[in-house]
């Protein structure tokens, strides 16, 4: 979708039908159809289908700096729906950007076409087809050979040995270790340069995220993509297709959801209040809380109905060993590997450190993103203003690291219970840890009085969260193997 709703005035929701329509407008259509003239609907709502287009439009899209949206139609030549739904958070998005724009056309240790079929590796992890098909074309748009696409038994051995540590990085990270490091730099003529394997473990542990929000905010793919380019039949006379309850509140669970969000302003109140008054808690108490909530997680799951999705050839044919994917941290009867604890080697102290050392330029801007995600906040929540919400991102940043087993000696992890409900839990586990099986309802249930923008923020704190939680274990890995 090119430059979707950047330059539209209209909140309607027919508004992603100009791109197919030139000029034409919701009135426009609706007295074609009066005259008898039939007229098809586009299949896609937008950019999301999750998101109505109009909300996208209302809540910020318009507002995002116009330069950003230039800056991504000059270089790739499009401005792609992923792009759109960012456009809600521009601080966010600036950082994204210039991240992503240096890991793929920047100077660097990979040659660019190289650069895209490692992103295609990752994203097949996730069964991701929406960004497996975007890179395959950019793949040959950088002079990749059309044979590899074939599939990973058709791409040269050096990439056939990222094989193993994508899939750990993408399900397990926790069972990275400095033997899986140095089978990559000591391969003979296949080995890896430590540079060259540093650019690759950010672009395998960007892509692995960006698939879950891509999964967690149902992007559409664009329209020149498989999927993409579609029509329901001639419409009936009402340009809005998009049933009422698709927001997730109506009238009749309206005052339920109203009263969601009284119940975490109260909570969060309370937690203030008690952080204030309360002595310190031992770290013995707080390792147990942490261990509680690490067990509980166990328990937090999607629905045993949602349909297994078969892979489409063109994804499975990137993927070996597909049965393999996320497995608890910690199961029952089973020996639990080593708790990560954060202090022992952090982002901040360690990681940032050595991968500024060795990709000066992106561990500038990974920092800088990181810190941007976790720090965003316009102090409101739903319709409250003035709120203080540091309290609650730091809750759902540190849940997702605590599904991966990275624990924080100086957080009270009974906060977790306390502020996320458990239809949020099971969304934020769902797309971190296995996101093709995120689906509009768990987006809908959780949270249903909030701005769609607010969830998006939420998507944006779990793609950081996880994309740092797998860093530092690979990162922490490279350490040990260069020690």
């Not at 058709?154 to 033997?179: F, G, S, V």
């Not at 509680?292 to 997680?297: D, V």
């Not at 249903?448 to 860093?471: C, G, P």
Request: aromatic share 10%; glycine share 6%; hydrophobic share 35%.
């Amino acid at each position: 979708m090119i430059v979707a709703g950047s330059d539209c005035r209209s909140s309607c929701s027919c508004a992603g039908l100009k791109d197919y329509f030139p000029g034409e407008n919701c009135g426009t259509l609706r007295n074609n159809e009066d005259r008898g003239i039939k007229i098809p609907r586009q299949l896609g709502r937008g950019p999301s289908s999750f998101i109505p287009v109009e909300e996208i439009l209302k809540e910020g899209a318009e507002s995002a700096p116009r330069r950003l949206f230039i800056e991504a139609f000059v270089s790739t030549g499009r401005v792609d729906n992923i792009i759109i739904v960012l456009g809600l958070h521009p601080e966010y998005l600036s950082c994204f950007w210039k991240t992503q724009y240096l890991l793929l056309r920047m100077d660097g240790p990979l040659p660019y076409h190289k650069r895209h079929y490692i992103a295609i590796m990752a994203a097949a992890r996730h069964q991701c087809s929406y960004l497996v098909g975007f890179h395959m074309g950019e793949f040959l748009q950088a002079g990749g050979d059309p044979e590899w696409l074939q599939g990973l038994h058709c791409a040269p051995q050096k990439l056939r040995n990222l094989n193993e540590i994508n899939k750990i990085l993408a399900h397990r990270p926790w069972l990275i270790t400095k033997e899986h490091i140095e089978a990559l730099l000591k391969t003979g003529e296949n080995s890896w340069s430590l540079a060259e394997l540093i650019q690759a473990l950010v672009l395998l542990t960007h892509y692995h995220s960006l698939a879950s929000f891509v999964f967690g905010c149902g992007v559409n793919p664009e329209i020149d993509q498989e999927g993409g380019h579609a029509f329901w039949p001639p419409s009936p006379r009402s340009c809005d297709s998009s049933p009422a309850s698709d927001d997730g509140v109506n009238s009749s669970n309206g005052k339920d959801a109203m009263q969601e969000v009284e119940v975490l302003m109260e909570r969060m109140k309370l937690l203030q209040e008690c952080q204030l008054e309360e002595e310190g808690v031992t770290q013995e108490e707080m390792e147990t809380r942490f261990e509680l909530e690490k067990t509980e997680s166990l328990l937090v799951a999607p629905s045993v109905d949602i349909a297994e999705h078969t892979l489409p050839p063109n994804v499975l044919c990137f993927v070996e060993d597909p049965e393999f994917s996320y497995k608890d941290f910690m199961r029952r009867g089973e020996q639990a590997p080593p708790t990560f604890r954060a202090q022992d080697y952090t982002w901040e102290d360690h990681g940032y450190s050595l991968i500024n050392r060795l990709y000066p330029d992106v561990g500038q801007l990974l920092d800088k993103k990181f810190q941007v995600v976790y720090n965003l906040t316009y102090n409101t929540i739903a319709m409250h203003h003035g709120v203080d919400t540091s309290m609650l991102r730091r809750a759902i940043w540190n849940y997702v690291h605590c599904v991966f087993g990275i624990r924080y000696d100086d957080y009270d992890y009974g906060e977790v219970n306390q502020l996320l409900e458990l239809s949020l839990k099971i969304y934020i586990k769902t797309v971190d840890c296995y996101p093709e099986r995120a689906t509009k309802r768990m987006y809908t249930r959780f949270w249903r009085h909030f701005k769609h923008s607010e969830k998006v923020h939420i998507n944006l704190l779990l793609l950081e969260a996880r994309m740092q939680a797998a860093l530092l274990y690979a990162l922490r890995a490279i350490t040990r193997y260069m020690t």
